[in-house]
T-cell receptor, first 109, second 112 residues
Framework: GQNIDQPTEMTATEGAIVQINCTYQ??????LFWYQQHAGEAPTFLSY??LDGLEEKGRFSSFLSRSKGYSYLLLKELQMKDSASYLCAVRDSNYQLIWGAGTKLIIKP | IAGITQAPTSQILAAGRRMTLRCTQDMRHNAMYWYRQDLGLGLRLIHYSNTAGTTGKGEVPDGYSVSRANTDDFPLTLASAVPSQTSVYFCASSQDNTGELFFGEGSRLTVL
């Protein structure tokens, strides 16, 4: 079967750095997405990785290793508004998106 | 309209009733999707459409139907609602089946 694994919940301190991991086992690979979802709201796109390596976008970076079936989302200089769930999703060989259950990130002052 | 609009935003429904969730996008995206999101589970695909006039079944299609008569609209119908269909439903679109998804604000459905 196909599955995406990410931690259920993480806690971090305002101003710090946090890394959210995602491991995947899918039928084929056509890209990995990270989305942010605030409570009661819709998911919004954060990043996309299709090649190995690090993609940086402001305070957020995303890393991919296809050989290890592994990605992480790195959030720097954490702000209270970063409290949200972070969803990892992989496109399989049929171009269907397989979603993880999400990681709830709690930021403490 | 900017992006994707879903209606209603919230609905309480008696079991056995028929319900249609509406979804309209103005981005001229080819692909559209319906997901349900339940606590502790990832987004699960119900139905999708890669282009107007075509639809396909996702991971959890039973009890749901869709149509795609034109590019902009992608309604989801529950023919006879059951309590297990209580969920938050998200409509999404993408330019094609490779790009990022844009989501509507969601429809919270409670079936009693």
């Amino acid at each position: 079967g196909q599955n995406i694994d990410q931690p259920t919940e993480m806690t971090a301190t305002e101003g710090a750095i946090v890394q959210i991991n995602c491991t995947y086992q899918t039928s084929g690979f056509n890209g990995l997405f990270w989305y942010q979802q605030h409570a009661g709201e819709a998911p919004t796109f954060l990043s996309y990785n299709v090649l190995d390596g690090l993609e940086e976008k402001g305070r957020f970076s995303s890393f991919l290793s296809r050989s290890k079936g592994y990605s992480y989302l790195l959030l720097k200089e954490l702000q209270m508004k970063d409290s949200a769930s972070y969803l990892c999703a992989v496109r399989d060989s049929n171009y269907q998106l397989i979603w993880g259950a999400g990681t709830k990130l709690i930021i403490k002052p | 309209i900017a992006g994707i609009t879903q209606a209603p935003t919230s609905q309480i429904l008696a079991a056995g009733r028929r319900m249609t969730l509406r979804c309209t996008q103005d981005m001229r995206h080819n692909a559209m999707y319906w997901y349900r999101q339940d606590l502790g589970l990832g987004l699960r695909l119900i139905h999708y459409s890669n282009t107007a006039g075509t639809t396909g079944k996702g991971e959890v299609p039973d009890g749901y139907s869709v149509s795609r008569a034109n590019t902009d609209d992608f309604p989801l119908t529950l023919a006879s609602a059951v309590p297990s269909q209580t969920s938050v439903y998200f409509c999404a679109s993408s330019q094609d089946n490779t790009g990022e998804l844009f989501f509507g604000e969601g429809s919270r459905l409670t079936v009693l």
